[in-house]
């Protein structure tokens, strides 16, 4: 004879059986890591083109080209004026104006204080003079180390020789600055602008020696 629904055979209900929340969690955890894989997998396309977007929009900030909001023009800008590359140091930008190559420009990973900075430099077809510098993403704090991103920090470097003297391009200061190669670095970030400032004069004296400026690039 059948018991009442939802009890075995001996009478006890099935979710009082001792392997019953067993089951239940690793049927619920199936079902939720199922369903949130699905939306990772569905969404990494839309991930994939956002980055490359804001790649962009930084490669042609750091050149001095205004970047369109619209995806679609960004992509069209793109593809008329940038050209990518790499040579035996790693990828590269160049920007053509004209049918002529402008500059390069060059991705980098510089140490922070809470983390990496992740940006890109640009600099003329003869490595001289630096055109520009954007930061892609960073952790630095909001309102200190995070000014980085802000328009007067990153104005300081166009125009800077990359002339290197004493092994130095650049003369980070906590003041105004006075000198051709000085650049202000942020009040109350010492730890950011330290760090950062070492690594762009070690990663700026090198640029004139990257395989790109001795071949001529692809422009």
Excluded: C
């Excluded at 690594?199 to 422009?219: M, T, Y």
């Amino acid at each position: 004879m059948e018991g009442p629904p939802g009890r075995g055979a001996a009478g006890m209900r099935i979710q009082d059986r001792p392997w019953y929340p067993v089951v239940f969690m690793v049927v619920l955890s199936a079902v939720f890591g199922t369903a949130v894989s699905t939306v990772e997998v569905l969404s990494l396309p839309r991930q994939q083109a956002g980055e490359q977007a804001r790649l962009r929009a930084r490669v042609l900030q750091a050149f001095g080209v205004e970047a369109p909001t619209d995806p679609v023009a960004l992509a069209g800008v793109w593809k008329a004026r940038v050209v990518e590359g790499r040579d035996e140091v790693g990828p590269y930008y160049a920007l053509r104006e004209r049918g002529r190559v402008k500059g390069y420009a060059f991705p980098f990973e510089a140490p922070g204080f809470w983390g990496a900075i992740f940006g890109v430099v640009a600099v003329d077809v003869r490595a001289e003079t630096i055109l520009g510098i954007s930061f892609l993403r960073h952790e630095e704090t909001p309102g200190l180390g995070g000014r980085i991103s802000e328009a007067w920090f990153r104005d300081q470097f166009r125009g800077k020789s990359l002339e290197a003297r004493d092994g130095r391009v650049l003369e980070f200061v906590f003041r105004k600055p006075r000198g051709p190669r000085e650049v202000e670095a942020i009040t109350g970030a010492t730890q950011t602008s330290n760090r950062l400032g070492r690594f762009l004069n070690e990663f700026l004296a090198g640029l004139p020696q990257r395989p790109v400026f001795r071949r001529g690039g692809d422009g």
